[in-house]
């Protein structure tokens, strides 16, 4: 912990992660693209140390996978894949609405109203990078709300992931302008009451209806099936 309770400092691998997971996330890195050091620290004007621990990091958060002798490839998204993120997100959400339902403040609420007007006026025109940017920022406040500093930990090894799904989502079916402002605002409303139970019957009703969405991607089931590079 720093005595001083300043943030640390980030480093050029920090950068580095960032500028990878933005990418995976956008669709710029392709599942099964091979991630070359060389041509990543040319691109970003660092050196290949920088490179190979990013690379680490994105692989122990199963964004990349490095094989021996191979190299570092852009993970493939499978059915597994899914299943997996998909029932500890459930499990980790249903935690953070039943204790933020009694610790939001207006702070809060005011946060997810901004959001939630972002999501209204962006209206049918909104990019698949945009929709996941906003979905994942509400759903960043909950867990603030939460007041939970494992539960928080959790979310944040997880995020990253879950952006990379959402964002293949949104990508082969742009339907968010039709649900996620809607699905939002229903959530911003129940939590607003203040009934834990409630707050976590909507979530579970929320993640319900995103793992329906993600089955429609008819994923192969496990990374044999998928495509490499």
Request: charged share 30%.
């Given at each position: 912990m720093n005595p001083l309770g300043t943030a640390p400092r980030p480093t050029l691998a920090d950068y580095v992660v960032g500028v990878i997971r933005e990418q995976i996330a956008t669709g710029k890195l392709r599942p099964g693209e091979h991630l070359r050091e060389s041509e990543l620290a040319s691109a970003l004007d660092v050196s290949r140390g920088p490179i190979r621990e990013a690379l680490a990091t994105l692989e122990a958060e199963g964004q990349v996978e490095i094989r021996r002798h191979r190299g570092a490839f852009v993970s493939v998204l499978t059915?597994?894949?899914?299943?997996?993120?998909?029932?500890?997100?459930?499990?980790?959400?249903?935690l953070a609405a039943e204790r933020a339902a009694t610790r939001l403040t207006s702070d809060h609420l005011a946060e997810m109203d901004r959001i939630l007007e972002a999501m209204r006026a962006s209206s049918g025109s909104i990019q698949p990078q945009e929709a996941v940017r906003l979905d994942l920022a509400f759903h960043d406040v909950i867990y603030d709300a939460a007041d939970h500093a494992r539960l928080r930990r959790v979310w944040t090894s997880l995020r990253s992931q879950v952006a990379f799904f959402l964002h293949t989502r949104n990508a082969n079916f742009p339907d968010f302008p039709t649900v996620g402002?809607?699905?939002?605002?229903?959530?911003?409303?129940?939590?607003?009451e203040g009934d834990p139970a409630r707050a976590r019957a909507a979530v579970e009703e929320h993640m319900a209806g995103s793992y329906v969405r993600l089955r429609q991607l008819e994923l192969p089931s496990d990374s044999d099936g998928g495509v490499e590079v």
């Open positions: 059915q597994k894949d899914v299943d997996e993120v998909h029932s500890l997100r459930a499990a980790i959400e249903a402002f809607a699905e939002h605002q229903e959530l911003r409303t129940v939590l607003s």
